[in-house]
């Protein structure tokens, strides 16, 4: 069954540091999503992606955060200068249409730790 | 604004045991509603789904039935096994021009031999 890859599984920062995470979508799916979980809370909606351009972007996505698919097959994630309140789980989740029948599925997670 | 509220965890059971977690959800329109699972070290899976009301979604033997007059998508399942233990998310989303899920908390489910 096709999957969701995301790398790396855990990342460990310095604050202020830039940070890249990486997801694979699956290969027919046109919707690309980041998600993240602070330890012991929510899963958040960040950020909503088609077509190369960003959909739909919560108040935590500002303009620390941006997101790109630099070559047709990876989506990214990047952080330009984390800070302590960045660490978190990311995940990275992809469906193949935004009706709201269709499901989102998500990949195993990045870990980011800043110190 | 729209939300979803789960029962808190973590939830003991001993194995045969069964399995309700508590969903209610508040939102303006029609929404999907979703559980999804995380299991230790993974991410997360899609257990279930309804897209309307009185729909009952199934999977490895878990049910949910989306009831509109009491916004409730109530997880169940008659007989729980150890393999079962992890954390349950009720979600929703509406699709379109706004398809992000909402999740609720998660609710932590510990199963005992």
């Known amino acids: 069954e096709p999957e969701v890859t995301q790398t790396p599984s855990h990342q460990v920062t310095q604050m202020g540091q830039e940070v890249i995470l990486r997801c694979v979508p699956i290969?027919?799916?046109?919707?690309f999503y980041w998600y993240r979980q602070i330890l012991g809370q929510k899963v958040e909606f960040l950020v909503s992606?088609?077509?190369?351009?960003?959909?739909?972007k919560s108040e935590i996505f500002d303009d620390q955060f941006s997101v790109e698919r630099p070559d047709g097959s990876n989506f990214t994630l990047k952080i330009r200068s984390t800070k302590l309140e960045d660490s978190a789980m990311y995940f990275c989740?992809?469906?193949?249409?935004?009706?709201?029948?269709?499901?989102?599925?998500f990949g195993p997670g990045t870990r980011l730790t800043v110190l | 604004g729209d939300s979803v509220t789960q029962m808190e965890g973590p939830v003991t059971l001993s194995e045969e045991a069964f399995l309700t977690i508590n969903c209610t959800y508040t939102?303006?329109?029609?929404?999907?509603l979703f559980w999804y699972v995380q299991y230790p070290g993974e991410g997360l899976q899609l257990l279930l789904k309804?897209?309307?009301?009185?729909d009952k979604g199934s999977n490895k033997g878990f049910e949910a039935t989306y009831r509109k007059e009491t916004t409730s998508f109530h997880l169940e399942k008659g007989s729980v096994q150890v393999s079962d233990s992890a954390v349950y998310f009720c979600?929703?989303?509406?699709?379109?021009?706004?398809?992000?899920?909402?999740f609720g908390t998660g609710t932590l489910l510990a199963v005992q031999p």
């Open positions: 309804a897209t309307k009301a009185d």
């Open positions: 290969s027919n799916h046109l919707y």
């Open positions: 992606f088609y077509n190369n351009e960003i959909s739909e």
């Open positions: 939102a303006t329109g029609y929404p999907s």
């Open positions: 979600a929703l989303v509406y699709g379109g021009a706004t398809n992000k899920l909402i």
């Open positions: 989740a992809t469906s193949e249409g935004d009706r709201r029948t269709d499901t989102q599925y």
